[in-house]
């Protein structure tokens, strides 16, 4: 039986580059996600970018995650992520929403299979990370696949 696992890195620099806060956490993976990825898996006829999920948003909304979860409660920016696979079974996506990107207090987080609606794998909340219009926030997401 394969497990999946997900897991989240925020760090939010100020515009001098010093880290200012950092959080980790574990997340939900969602119904959804679930069924993208058989699709994935299973189907040859869609194309691949269907199935990319490289899409991380940041939100505001606090409300704890759900398996039920389909979008962000508040979603104020998307960005496409680097993928990258860090050994056999994870999968990771790493974004960075600049200075003056997705400023506000960010509690929400989503990986996503398009930059514009689309399919929600997993989302995490966090303690709130309160991104000025100076600071980066860099956000990690691996999928650990057992």
Known sequence: M????????????GPDGELKQKLE???VITQNGISGLVSHLFSATVAATTFTFRYI?????ATGESNTDTALGSELTRHTGTVSQI?????????TFPSGTGTGAIAEY?????????TLFSRDTDAVV??????DLVV???VTYS
């Open 130 to 135: 309160n991104k000025g219009a100076n600071d």
């Open 140 to 142: 990690i997401t691996e």
């Open 87 to 95: 050994s056999g079974g994870i999968y990771r996506v790493t974004a």
């Open 2 to 13: 394969i497990k999946i696992k997900g897991r989240w890195y925020k760090s939010l620099y």
């Open 110 to 118: 989503g990986l996503l299979n398009s930059n514009a609606a689309g």
């Open 25 to 27: 956490n574990d997340n």
């Open 57 to 61: 948003a940041i939100g505001t909304d």
